[in-house]
C-alpha cells in the first residue's frame, strides 16, 4: 500500500504526467497515485518548493515524493533521493527540496548515478519520466536507497525573502497566492506571538490596509481586506468571497507590514 | 476496496486538495480516491449541489463523498454525516446536499461534534483537511457513523428556480453550463413527457429558439442551435460543433420555455 | 491490479469525467484509474490521437485505455475494442486510434454490440459513461473481448499532415503544442538520421530560423530560439525559458524546414 506523489509544472492534464504515471505503473503496479500538483508555474522552483514543504508530510510515512521543476534538464544538475523527516523525495537538487531541508535536516542524500533503475533509454530532455519515476518506483518497492547511487554532500539552496522583525514591526512578503486569491505570506502565528491580534495589530500590503488579525474568513462583511492567520499557520490577506489577489492587482514578492498601535 | 470521492471549489491542481488525500492516506492507506470535481466556482454551494447530484450514485454503495464548499467554515454551522440512498456523505450543512436530499430522504444525519475522529489539531480556515478528511477515512475503514456526533435534525435547504407548467407550456431556466458549454436547464424528460418532440416543439432561451427536441447532437448541421434530452436527462441546448454558452452569450439563470404549436 | 486510463476532450475537472469512473468502479472497485489527460481540445480527434500514440504504450501489458473524443456520438460509428502490441483500447472508431494502429497492426478488432456489458439504460449522447466506462470495467475484471461483440475490419483513418524529403531538405508540420508551448513536429530523429545537427542543420518555421539541432533545452540561453530532439523522439522548437507558441504566434500546422548548408 506504499504511494508516490507528484509535483510538476507540466500542467494538469499534460501527457507528460500520465507518461511518467505508465512507467510507474508499469514497474509497480500496486502502488497508490496522488497528484500534489501539477500546475507549479513553469520553472518556478520556489513555488514547487513551497508546495511540497506545505503538504508533503501530511502523507503516509515512507511516501515517496517526486518533484519534476527541472529547468536544467540535461545539463550536469544532479537529481537526487532525500529522506527528510518520515517522507522520501526525488527532486532535482535545483532547490526544490531547500524549503523542507531548511525545517527538517535531511538524515539521507543519494545522487541518482546508478542507471540499473532508470529505463533502457534516457532521453535528454525528460527525465522526470526516464529517471525519476522508475526510481520512485522501486523505491516504492522497498529497495535500499543506498543502490540508486552515491552519497550527495548537501542539498542546493535558493534565496527566500527574509522576514524582519524589529522596532515593534514585522516586515514580510506575499510568497503565495492561492486558488482563491488569498495572498500567503512568509509571517507566521510564531512571530505574531503573543501581541495582539485585534484593533490594535495593522497589516499593511501595498495601498492597502486592514485592523485586526482573525481567525476566519467568515467574521467580516463580504468585499471585506480581513488578514488571518491561514490554515498552513501562515498570516494571509483576503478579501471576504472575492479573489484578493485579482481586486487588489497584489502579486507575489508584494511587502506586507504587521505593525501594532 | 472502499472508495472516497472529493468535491471541492478549491481548483485543479490546488494543493489544498492533495493535503486533504495526505491526511486520508495516513489514515486508511488501502482507500481509492478520486476527484469528483475540484472546480465548483468558488463558494458556489448551487454548483457543488448540482455536480453532487448528477455523479453520486454512480459509485459503489457505500462510497463516502466529501464535498468543501464552505464559505462559511469558522462559523457555527454544523458539519454532517449523511446517508442517502446507498451513498454516504461528509459535507458542511449549507445546502451542498439539499439537491440530492430532496429527491431521497436521507436515513441517517448525524452532526460531527465528536474530535475524536478529526485532526489533533483543528484550524479555523480549513476544515476539509482538518475535520472531514479524516472522518472520511475512518468512515471507509468502517467506524459506525453514530460515533461521530450526535442526530441531526434536518439538511439545510436551499432556494431554486422552480419549472411552471402552465398553458400548454414549460418555463424552466439554466442551471448549469456544462464545460462543452451546453446549456443544461431544469426541465426534465418527465416533464416533457408524451408531447411532441418533432418540429412542433419550440424551445426559447433568450432571443434564440429552436424547433425540434432531438436525441443527440449530431443529427444536425455544425453550427445549428439544437434542443436535445441529455445524459442526465434533462432538455439541454447545444450548438452542434460549438460552446452555445460563449457563442449565444447564455449563462446560468437564463430563462427557457418550451412551447408547443 | 489491473489498470483502467481515461483520455477525453470533456476537460480536466468534468463531472462526466467523474461519471465515468463511478461506473467503472461499480463494476470493478480494486481497478486502478489513471486519467490521461481530459484537456484534448473539444471534438479534436487528431490531439487525442496524438496522445493516445505517445502515452499509452508506457503502461503495463493489458492496460485498458478508454478514449471518448466522439463528436458523432448517437449516430451510426461503431466503438470499438481493439488490442494494438501489449495494450488494449476501448473507443468511438473515428481515428481516434489511427495513429498507433498505424505503427502497430492491431492484433484484434471487435464492434461492441453485445449490450449485456453496457448500462441497462443507454443514453444518447453521452457512450462514454453508458457503453464504454462498463465495457472497460468488465475487460479490468478479465471477460473475453470476443463477448463483447462481433468482428470490426478496419479502424478509421485520418488524413495527417505527411513529411517529404527530396533536394536534401525534410518538409514537416507543427502537429503539437506541449503545455509548455514548444512547438513538437512529424519530423523524427529517424528521418534525420546520421544527418549533421551542428550549426550546418538550419530548422526554419514561419519566419523564424535557428541552426543547430540539440539535445537539451539548457544549453542555450534564455529567450533564444532552440531546436531540440524532444523525449518522444520528434523535433521540437522551443524558446529557452519561455512559451514559444505564445511568444511567436505559431500553432498547429505550421511548416517546418530542416535544411543543411
Known sequence: MSVI?????????????????????AINPAVTLVDLTHDVPAQDIRQGALVLDQVAERFPEDTVHVAVVDPGVGTDRAIVYARIGRQQYVAPDNGLLSRLASRIAPSMLIRLTNPEYWLAEVSRTFHGRDIMAPVAAHLSLGIDPDRLGLPHRALA??????????GGRIDGTVIEVDSFGNLI???????????????RACVVCNIYDTWGIYRTYAEQLRGTLVAVIGSGGRLELAVVGDNAARRLGIQVGTPVVVSWE
Open 157 to 166: 539552496e535558493l534565496d527566500w525573502p527574509e522576514v524582519r522583525q524589529a
Open 5 to 25: 506523489t507528484l509535483t510538476t509544472d507540466f500542467g494538469t492534464g499534460s501527457p507528460y504526467v500520465a507518461a511518467m504515471k505508465g512507467v510507474i505503473l
Open 185 to 199: 505570506t512568509n509571517i507566521t502565528a510564531e512571530m505574531i506571538g503573543s501581541r495582539p491580534t485585534d484593533e
